[in-house]
């Protein structure tokens, strides 16, 4: 019993200091390996990281995605999603779970994104927040929102804005603890066809500014090779990307000076044309 005690201590405190509430957390193996950077990409997890970004996709996408950190069970976080493009623009569904048996955070999300052209794309989520305790406490749910936007700037330059919960709803009635507001901007730097940096800022209301860079390089049309860091959490992430017809698989990593190696992985299927 004192095991189980100490063990969820400790998970709690990892789960909100090194990472804090995971309602915003960024989402997918491809930015997992690009320091955890995202909010300028227009990949499948954008359904996740910045709603905006799905809004250029065409065909049905489903996805799936596991992240280990530190190879701790309970501080396991596990994410499906699908997004299908309507007449205007691209709806997409999200489920996220964070933590175990004794402690872990629920987030149901329901996206809408449109495309203005090249210069502004907007994305919304409607998100559904719940956090469950052991057995014998009660849990806390509440209603939230995201916005997002991105811009291709030029044929080098996207940027990406992103913003959760700006009303700061609280988490629970019976406390008078709230949600953070998570604020992210970034740019994507193509310096070519094979090669792009990420940089991006992001401040939550109860944390400091955090910096992330990153950058990928396509080894061939369907091999991917990152580089990342992050100073919000201290780590160096590095990971790989392998894309066969309709089927895409990425596998990322994090290494952590004191907590260890967090890995990330995740498989995304499109209902349309095989790549080539």
Known sequence: MKRQIYLFIGMFLLAETVYAFEGAGVIGARSGGLGKASVSLSDFWSLQNNPAGISLHQHIEAGIYFENRFLIKELALKS????????????????????????????????????????????????????RF????????????????????????TAGAFLFNPLKGKLSELTNERI???????????????FFGIAEIEKQSDLKPALRLGMEYAINARFYARLGTSTQTDQLTFGTGISVGRLTIDISAALHQYLGASAQAGLIYRFGPADQ
């Open 134 to 157: 052991g057995e014998g406490y009660a849990g806390a749910q509440n209603i939230t929102f995201e916005l997002g936007v991105q811009s291709t700037l030029n044929d080098h330059i």
């Open 180 to 194: 953070p507001i998570t604020l992210r901007f970034g740019i994507t730097y193509h310096f070519n066809d094979k």
């Open 80 to 131: 499906a999603g699908i997004i299908v493009p309507v007449k205007i623009g691209v709806l997409g569904l999200s489920f996220n779970q964070f933590g175990g048996s004794l402690y872990n955070e629920n987030k149901l999300g329901l996206a809408y994104a449109r495309s203005f052209g090249p210069m502004l794309r907007i994305g919304v989520q409607l998100d559904y927040l719940s956090t």
